[in-house]
Nanobody
Framework: QVQVEESGGDLVQAGGSLRLSCIVS???????????MAWFRQAPGKEREGVSC????????VYTDSVKGRFTISRSYAKNTLYLQMNNLKPEDTAMYYC?????????????????????WGQGTMVTVSS
């Protein structure tokens, strides 16, 4: 069974940094590089928001405006792992962060739309930024 599992969430002060990880366990014939990957987040009382995504090749990335210049998405094909490096964290970054993956070409049309990621979602990892 294909699974994704996030880790790295923590309590951090404003201005601090965290790195989230998402390990993807795939089943033959599919492999990690068959999946576009993304990070979403959901704060209490708010809708799920697309944070960043990275293409199958790793060459293309997209960020929501509020994290540009602060967050960096990357993927390791050797480790089947997706990362999100978060710097200069702000209290408004507080949320549950989810990893998502999908093979569908629909992801190309709107890569930060949660509905386009139908195959794999993790359970989330909590990030709390104190002021």
């Amino acid at each position: 069974q294909v699974q994704v599992e996030e880790s790295g969430g923590d309590l951090v002060q404003a201005g601090g940094s965290l790195r989230l990880s998402c390990i993807v366990s795939t089943v033959s014939p599919y492999s990690f590089d068959d999946y576009a990957m993304a990070w979403f987040r959901q704060a209490p009382g708010k809708e799920r928001e697309g944070v960043s995504c990275i293409s199958w090749s790793g060459l293309d990335t997209v960020y929501t405006d509020s994290v540009k210049g602060r967050f960096t998405i990357s993927r390791s094909y050797a480790k089947n792992t997706l990362y999100l490096q978060m710097n200069n964290l702000k209290p408004e970054d507080t949320a549950m962060y989810y990893c998502a993956a999908d093979r569908s070409p629909a992801v190309r049309l709107d890569p930060l739309r949660a509905e386009n990621y139908r195959e794999l979602w993790g359970q989330g990892t909590m990030v709390t930024v104190s002021s």
